[in-house]
């Protein structure tokens, strides 16, 4: 199965990232910047000229340490939730309130859906779920309480395992397992760690798993 490499997908998911790349590239040109006026007051021009390409380096270096201890902490994340959030669902009843629901408009629970342990989004003793299509993307997050729901298997992967920014090479997972019944719907794309839908997402629409490309 090959990636959804298409231009509305590359162009929202590229959204999310946007507001984190740019605040790296300020960061650089701060830092050179700094370094330049600095040694311009003490040594000249041409010094501090010649001082900007190491100060560059500097500052490249300290993003890419960054960014690696930010891909450390996701490890840390994943782990966790794979750790505390091990259980398959199937929604027996609708839930009740709104507070405690997400979902695209458009999108709706429906009993019978399968329903994903999931990280909450809010504090209130619910269980939290995330109904998934075939291809791992959110049709809703919604809290139940433990009567409106019935447990079905344990995860045989972590949904959260799936995401992946728009600039990581990377193959499309299998279909999966446990997916929310069949319809057309809008979804907030793949479950992510920390909780949050990036709504830039495109809109995937899920009729049956025979819409679903075989592996390979």
């Known amino acids: 199965m090959k990636a959804d490499t298409s231009p509305d997908h590359r162009h929202s998911a590229q959204k999310a990232y946007t507001l984190i790349e740019l605040l790296a ?28 390409l190491p100060a560059g380096v500097v500052a490249i270096f300290l993003v890419c340490l960054f960014y690696r201890w930010a891909g450390n902490q996701d490890k840390k994340q994943l782990a966790r939730l794979r750790e505390h959030y091990r259980t398959i669902y199937r929604v027996k009843e609708l839930p009740t309130g709104t507070k405690n629901i997400v979902k695209p408009p458009g999108a709706e629970i429906q009993v019978g859906d399968f329903g994903w342990d999931a990280r909450p989004n809010r504090r209130d003793g619910l269980v939290h779920l995330q109904g998934l299509t075939v291809r791992w993307q959110v049709v809703w997050h919604a809290g139940f309480r433990p009567d409106q729901i019935e447990q079905v298997a344990a995860k045989p992967a972590s949904q959260y395992d799936y995401w992946k920014p728009y600039w990581a090479k990377s193959t499309s997972p299998p279909p999966c397992p446990f997916p929310v ?3 057309n719907t809008p979804t907030m794309g793949r479950p992510h760690h920390s909780g949050h839908y990036f709504q830039n997402y495109p809109t995937e629409y899920y009729r049956s798993t025979k819409d679903v490309p075989p592996p390979g």
């Open 25 to 52: 590239v300020v960061f650089i040109v701060s830092f050179a910047a700094v370094v330049f006026t600095i040694v311009r007051g003490k040594y000249g021009q041409a010094a501090a000229a010649v001082a900007t």
């Open 181 to 183: 019944r069949e319809r």
